[in-house]
């Protein structure tokens, strides 16, 4: 019998920051969007956030977000949540070399469905990885307005290897 090895509970500041540097500005359309990395968790989950500003407005008339700035957001906080959970099974590595497995992340499949106009001053974005393997990792994602309540949802898959 093959026992797992137990997740940490949190991550180090180090590798924190490495991440939080690649989401927030080295991937210069997260910059655009205003992303804001609030928690990484290495069960998975990831929570950020994005203001509104007039450059995101998808709909003069109502100051709705952009469906684009919608898919944007989940699909760049479904690939944190799985890299999250990617590192969490390699905390015998440093932070650096953990932070290297970021370069063969990308995105396979995305799916978003648009449940309510994006309106509001500020926007949350909440993902969960589902499973990550060898070759494959999986996430569920959501956009929630200033009250909490959802916006969209979305279900990603993304290359790990």
């Known amino acids: ?5 137990p997740l940490p509970q949190a991550f180090e500041p180090e590798y924190l920051e490495l991440f939080r540097d690649i989401y927030e500005d080295k991937i210069v359309f997260n910059k655009l969007l205003g ?4 928690e990484i968790d290495p069960q998975g989950r990831v929570r950020a956030s994005i203001d509104m500003r007039p450059e995101l407005v998808g ?15 989940l699909d760049a906080i479904g690939s944190a949540a799985v890299m999250a959970a990617l590192a969490a099974r390699h905390m015998d590595e440093p932070p650096a070399k953990r932070i290297e497995r970021f370069a063969k992340l990308g995105t396979i499949d995305l ?8 309106i509001g001053e500020h926007f949350t974005i909440h993902a969960e990885c589902l499973r990550v393997g060898s070759r494959v990792g ?5 956009f929630r307005g200033p009250d909490g309540t959802l916006m969209s949802s979305g279900a990603a898959a993304y290359i790990v290897s």
């Not at 799916?111 to 994006?118: A, E, H, I, S």
């Not at 999986?138 to 959501?142: D, G, L, Q, T, Y």
């Open 1 to 5: 019998m093959t026992l797992k090895k």
């Open 35 to 38: 992303l804001k990395l609030h």
């Open 59 to 73: 709909h003069f008339a109502y100051n709705r977000v952009h469906g684009g700035v919608i898919s944007a957001a």
């Open 111 to 118: 799916r978003v469905d648009y449940l309510r106009p994006g």
């Open 138 to 142: 999986s996430a569920r994602m959501e």
